[in-house]
Each structure stands twice: as C-alpha cells, then as structure tokens.
C-alpha cells in the first residue's frame, strides 16, 4: 500500500460518517468518497504541487465539498422519487456497537438515527454541513469556516438557524433500548395479528407514518399518513401481507429496529420513535424500497 493509499484508508471512516449525515445514502457516499480518493491521490502523485501538510483537513475539506455539490444532482432526483423519501438505513446485528454499519462497507458512521436525518433534509445543504460539522463531529465555527469556505460569522449564523430549525423538529426523547425494542416487539405483533385495539392503545394520538417505498416495493402511498385512526385502520388493513413474514431483529443507525423477512429476502427496516412515557409510538419509519435494503442481509438471524 502507497503512502497515498494508506492516509485516504486512515480517514475513510470519518469520511464515510461525514459524507453519509450529510446525503443520506450509501450509494452516493461511496460516489463522492471515490471522487475524494481520485483528487487526493491526483494531488499526492502531482510533480509541481507541494506536499499535504494536513491530510485530515485536506480531505475533510475535499470530501464535504464534493458532498455538497452533489446535492443538486440528488435534488432533481428527489422531485421524481415517489412517496416519502426516508435515509438509507445503515443496519447492523442486534447488539451490535451503535457505531456500526453496513457489513459489506466494512465501515462505521457516527449514530445519527433516521429521525435526525429526516429533520436534516429541512435544512439548505449549507445548514446542514454547519450542523454535521459542528453538532455531530464537534467542528468549531472557525474550522467548520475553513472548510466549506465561508466567513466564521457567516457560519455561526448558519449553525444558529440549523440548531433552532432541529431543536423546533427533532424528537426530543429518545427511549432506552431496551424499551424501543419491547415497544418495536409490541408493534410488530398488533400489526401481525391485525389487532386494532392494540395499536390505537399503542399508537399516539398525532403518530405519522412515513413508508419509502420508492414505486418500487409497497408503501403507504404518496404522503406520510398523520393520526392515530388513519395508521392503525391502515395497518391492520394490510395485516394480510404480514403473513409469512419473520423479524430479525437489528440496529438502524443505532437505533433497535426489525428487518422483516419474506422468505430469505428482506423486505423492509422499521424504525419507532416513542413519546416520553415510552409507551406510545410518535413515528414510523418504514423502508421498504428494495434500493436502500442491501444491508438488511448482513442481519444476524435472531427470528421472533
């Protein structure tokens, strides 16, 4: 391995982590990492530049940047993608340490969970590379300045209205573990049996579901559904289709989550957001487009 090679697989995960918070999906991260890998080793093998004297800025900076300009590309995407579009969910074994993810990337990102995502898809590109920067990987305004080129003020700025925006949106409990696994189990159950008095009992009364099926897979249509009737009705009326199906239980962005099997092929991640008594289900999260399950396999079998 080349000196050139050696430094960019040093700093992959981190730029995995960064890149991933900031667009959400796997397979656009690991576009933008190859465009940071051809630059950098552009550079590095480039006779009239001078040497890096630091490679973990350099990259950052690189990596973030191109994530950035991306992000048109993903817009237009975005205005043709049917239904609600939810983050790839990075999916790991049950147990599995929160920073895991997807086995065949052999990487790690830091647990930013899907709920946190899908508030950060409110944001301007710019406010949210401040708030990743800033928020998750502890960037100061300064170094978050140098790297997306912008003044420190302009960034403090930008960080005040993102951290407002999230505050005024994110989910402002997150349950132990082991009481989102038992609400999950709970769920997956009432759904299962078609049982409506369990779930109205389960569900809170402002509950939304946001199902990605992409047009590609089943989902709960065009836009998330909102309150506690319109979701149980809805799921208990496509209990049939629960039939067959097996959980294995796993992580999602390091949240407890259920892959559901149909046979040896997954089929959808559900993720639950719970209100602060831990009882009550606030969001659904459910993915099922087939482009944003290639981690679901690497689920350890534990079946229910």
């Known amino acids: ?91 790991a074994p049950a147990g599995t340490a929160a920073t895991e993810t997807l086995e065949d990337a052999g990487e790690r990102a830091e647990a930013v969970s899907i709920a946190l995502l899908v508030v950060l898809e409110t944001l301007t590109p710019l406010e949210r590379a401040v708030f990743v920067l800033h928020e998750v990987f502890g960037y100061s305004h300064p170094e978050t300045a140098g790297i997306l080129g912008r003044s420190p003020a302009a960034v403090r700025q930008l960080a005040h209205r993102a951290r407002e925006h999230v505050q005024a949106r994110r989910p402002r409990y997150r349950a132990d573990p082991a009481v989102r696994r038992q609400a999950t189990e709970r769920f997956a159950a009432a759904v299962g049996g078609g049982d409506l008095d369990a779930l109205l009992r389960l569900l809170a009364p402002d509950v939304t579901l946001w199902a990605d099926g992409g047009g590609k897979a089943t989902a709960a249509g065009a836009r998330p559904v909102h309150g506690r009737e319109k979701v149980a009705r809805l799921l208990v009326g496509n209990a049939d289709r629960a039939q067959g199906v097996r959980v294995r239980w796993a992580t999602a962005n390091g949240d407890p989550s259920a892959v559901l099997f149909i046979g040896e092929a997954p089929f959808a991640v559900l993720v639950l957001d719970l209100a602060a008594d831990g009882e009550q289900v606030t969001d659904i999260y459910f993915v099922t487009n087939p482009d944003k399950l290639r981690g679901a396999n690497s689920v350890a079998v534990e079946e229910n």
Do not use: C, K
Not at 20 to 43: C, F, I, K
Not at 45 to 68: C, E, F, I, K, W
């Open 1 to 91: 391995m080349d000196e050139a090679t050696e430094v960019f697989t040093e700093h992959r995960e981190l730029l995995f982590s960064m890149v991933y918070n900031l667009l959400g999906t796997v397979a656009d991260t690991e576009d933008v990492l190859q465009e940071t890998w051809l630059a950098w080793s552009g550079r590095q093998r480039s006779a009239d530049a001078g040497p890096v004297l630091h490679p973990r800025a350099y990259l950052v900076r690189a990596a973030v940047n191109t994530a950035l300009a991306r992000r048109t590309e993903i817009s237009r995407r975005r205005e043709s993608y049917f239904g609600p579009w939810l983050p790839e969910p990075l999916v």
